[in-house]
């Protein structure tokens, strides 16, 4: 039954990674674009104000791409959506097993496809939800060099802690189910998931990088980046997790109904003949 939800959950990742594929094409890619058109416009931007402060300008060296953009952000975007999102199928597949091992045996009634669903909601806030909303993604451009392995490791700190965190509020509210009831334990898991969330993003540092005008003594030589662009960066983005982790669980809950189906019928067969 295990390689079963794996299978599934495999099966659920890929059709999501090519669903949110299809979505950051669209949607995502003309930020990115603009965010790259925003470089060459800072670069430009800079050599005026250097000559114009009468430091001599270095001309720009062309580094030819190995890949062009055509191909990164068809093909390269392509496989790397879908092997992220097969990666959060296996994962979801192995925690489903893990946590339906135990709410099975404890509630002989509850549906899987519920247990699924809660999961998802779960995984998603865990793993997507808050890390995105402390440390929220950015197109290109914006951010410091020297910052990278700083944010990155940050932004890991913040899912690990999340992911752990998430799993033990998923404990105490099992725990308290039967002493509290399933909406107070509930409620109970929440807020201390919310609590250690909360002191752990404030003990991490924080990022504000957005690049500003280009401008020496008064005189602005170029715009800063576009907050627009930002913006509409960040909702896109949080926008193809949201639609990644719905078609993921949706695909897994109607993988399990065609099991559940099988395995009533397989038992009906079964008992038709003692019932002979």
Same mark, same amino acid.
């Given at each position: 039954m295990e390689r079963t939800f794996v299978g599934a959950g495999l099966l659920s990742g890929l059709i999501a990674g090519i669903v949110a594929f299809v979505y950051a094409r669209i949607f995502i890619e003309p930020q990115v674009a603009k965010a790259i058109d925003y470089e060459d416009y800072r670069a430009h931007a800079e050599e005026k104000m250097h000559a114009a402060m009468g430091h001599a300008v270095e001309e720009g060296h062309e580094h030819g791409e190995l890949f062009t953009r055509s191909v990164q952000e068809n093909i390269g975007a392509g496989i790397g959506t879908v092997i992220f999102a097969l990666c959060i199928g296996a994962f979801f597949a192995v925690a489903f097993t893990v946590l339906? !091992?135990?709410?099975?045996?404890?509630?002989? #009634?509850? #549906? /899987?496809? +519920?247990?699924?669903? !809660? +999961? =998802?909601?779960?995984?998603?806030?865990?793993?997507?939800?808050?890390?995105?909303?402390?440390? /929220? /993604?950015?197109? /290109?451009?914006? =951010?410091?060099? #020297?910052?990278?392995?700083?944010?990155? %490791?940050?932004? +890991?700190?913040? %899912?690990?802690?999340?992911?752990?965190?998430?799993?033990?509020?998923?404990?105490?509210?099992?725990t308290l189910w039967d002493r509290l009831g399933g909406l107070l334990s509930g409620i109970a898991a929440a807020v201390g998931y919310l609590v250690v969330m909360t002191i752990t993003a404030a003990l991490l540092p924080t990022f504000h990088e957005v690049p500003g005008p280009v401008e020496h003594d008064g005189v602005i030589y170029g715009a800063g980046f576009p907050g627009q662009v930002v913006a509409d960066f960040r909702v896109y983005a949080i926008a193809n997790q949201v639609i990644l982790w719905a078609v993921l669980v949706t695909v897994f809950c109607l993988v399990l109904g065609v099991l559940m189906k099988r395995g009533a019928d397989t038992a009906e067969r079964a008992a038709e003949p003692a019932a002979a």
């Open positions: 339906w !091992a135990y709410v099975g045996r404890r509630f002989a #009634d509850v #549906d /899987p496809r +519920l247990v699924a669903g !809660a +999961l =998802g909601v779960i995984g998603f806030v865990a793993v997507i939800g808050v890390p995105y909303f402390v440390y /929220p /993604p950015n197109p /290109p451009a914006v =951010g410091e060099e #020297d910052t990278i392995g700083s944010r990155s %490791t940050s932004y +890991l700190i913040i %899912t690990i802690v999340s992911l752990a965190v998430a799993a033990g509020a998923v404990w105490l509210a099992m």
